[in-house]
């Protein structure tokens, strides 16, 4: 059931078709995109996005590999984008709790814990991705989302912890 519509948005629009790594572009596209979104349009804007991606990811994965059972071609990178705005709803969250839009490094840091551990595949990850179907081209990365951003919410507490802790107590 492939055609160009699941096409374009396995492929990332063509993000996919970058060359050396296209995981690590779309995922790099996916951290600047989506930061623009919730900057521009806010954190319900990113969550929105976030969910039609995850959708559209299925749907695209499904349409283009349910007759190759086994294959994860490099080239389908739609779930590093739905897992790399998923990572990003994370440090969102958090500053837009605080009535405030994700600032540096933030952003950054999701990304980069992303893409450790979509490569790494630790534990439940690696289980996912060892599916050989589908819906575990998209659930590998999308548990590596979640992973990743779970990390960037504890880097944050490391980081800005004692800073937060000294300022209370007049350190």
Do not use: Y
Not at 68 to 91: H, K, M, N, Y
């Amino acid at each position: 059931m492939s055609g160009p519509a699941s096409r374009a948005v396995a492929v990332g629009f063509g993000l996919g078709l970058l060359k050396p790594a296209p995981g690590t572009w779309a995922s790099l596209a996916a951290m600047l995109v989506g930061w623009a979104i919730e900057h521009w349009l806010g954190f319900t804007a990113l969550v929105i996005a976030t969910l039609v991606a995850t959708i559209a990811g299925f749907w695209a994965c499904w349409a283009e590999l349910n007759d190759r059972p086994g294959e994860d071609p490099s080239e389908i990178v739609i779930d590093e984008i739905a897992a790399q705005w998923l990572t990003l709803l994370f440090p969102a969250f958090g500053f837009w709790m605080r009535d405030m839009h994700m600032v540096w490094p933030g952003p950054v840091a999701a990304f980069l814990l992303f893409r450790l551990f979509d490569i790494w595949k630790p534990w439940i990850i690696g289980r996912a991705d060892r599916r050989g179907d589908p819906a575990g081209v998209m659930l590998d990365d999308l548990l590596a989302g979640l992973f990743a951003g779970v990390a960037t919410i504890l880097a944050a507490i490391a980081f800005h912890g004692p800073i937060i802790l000294q300022h209370m107590f007049g350190g």
